[in-house]
């Protein structure tokens, strides 16, 4: 398991929540439109939304 879902794992009661991870992959980012202040540079490894 990655460090997210790692700590995610512990902060959840696995019985009562749901919690999903979506993977997107690398080559999409250049498709990304972003509105308001410019993205991070460089990207970081995960983003949580």
Avoid at 27 to 39: E, I, N, V, Y
Avoid at 40 to 47: D, L, S, T
Wanted: hydrophobic share 40%; charged share 25%.
């Amino acid at each position: 398991m990655k460090w997210l879902q790692v700590q995610v794992r512990k902060k959840i009661k696995l019985e009562e929540d749901n919690v999903r991870f979506y993977w997107i992959p690398a080559d999409a980012l250049p498709k990304t439109l972003t509105l308001g202040s410019a993205p991070p540079e460089p990207p970081p490894q995960a983003y949580m939304i």
